[in-house]
């Protein structure tokens, strides 16, 4: 089991241009969550999928938005990039119901730089 | 009432010591808390989580205290090892909110050896 993939590793990107972010879930799971970590803080939450559909979306703006696929993997896109983006992009995959099956296993994140 | 506070930011102790991690939160219905640990250029993995209907668990030398009147929990890493070097989070999440995770800001620990 190769566990919550993502790719890019890392992304170099200017201010205005849009980026997307890929991941795959661990087998066996079904929700994709998607965090944004800045350095030195703890992950935000961003949205979560669930059969295709977003499920829960933390406070940020429509510039972010993301897709699920019916293989469970998913997209985050960010429209518009500003520097304030620069992160790190997180994430994780869960099954359903309650604890442990929603545990949130994390993927090891894509490097966003803005310049 | 969202929010998890978390301290110390930092934290150095000597191997063999006691680390202890704290955690404050205000929201009453959060009914989940894990513990993630991050090193660097990795993801967050769990360590060990607990349910409000329990004041502690045991995981190895991972132990977590739950004090659900005062709305704080603690992270307690016994015979802490240099291998524990790390940044820990401590998190928290609602059912009811498809137990999306509210994560306090971390604190970085150091183990001398």
């Known amino acids: 089991d190769a566990g919550v993939t993502q790719s890019p590793t890392h992304l170099i990107k200017t201010r205005g241009q849009q980026v997307t972010l890929r991941c795959s879930p661990k087998?066996?799971?079904?929700?994709v969550s998607w965090y944004q970590q800045a350095l030195g803080q703890g992950p935000q939450f961003i949205f979560q999928?669930?059969?295709?559909?977003?499920?829960q979306r933390g406070n940020f703006p429509d510039r972010f938005s993301g897709h699920q696929f019916p293989n469970y993997s998913s997209e985050l896109n960010v429209n518009a990039l500003l520097l304030g983006d620069s992160a790190l992009y997180l994430c994780?995959?869960?099954?359903?119901?309650?604890?442990?099956?929603?545990?949130?296993?994390f993927g090891p994140g894509t490097r966003l730089t803005v310049l | 009432q969202q929010q998890v506070k978390q301290s110390p930011q930092s934290l150095i102790v000597q191997k063999g010591g006691i680390s202890i991690i704290n955690c404050a939160y205000e929201?009453?219905?959060?009914?989940?808390f894990p513990w993630y640990q991050q090193f660097p250029g990795k993801g967050p993995a769990l360590l060990i989580a607990?349910?409000?209907?329990?004041s502690e668990k045991k995981e190895g030398r991972f132990t977590i205290s739950f004090n659900k009147s005062a709305k704080q929990f603690s992270l307690h890493i016994m015979d802490s090892q240099p291998g524990d070097s790390a940044t820990y989070f401590c998190?928290?999440?609602?059912?009811?909110?498809?137990?999306?995770?509210?994560f306090g800001s971390g604190t970085r620990l150091l183990v001398r050896p």
């Open positions: 994780a995959s869960s099954g359903t119901g309650a604890p442990p099956y929603n545990e949130q296993f």
């Open positions: 087998s066996g799971h079904d929700t």
């Open positions: 999928y669930y059969e295709e559909e977003e499920r």
């Open positions: 929201n009453t219905a959060f009914d989940y």
């Open positions: 607990i349910r409000p209907d329990v």
């Open positions: 998190a928290a999440s609602i059912e009811d909110s498809s137990y999306k995770l509210i």
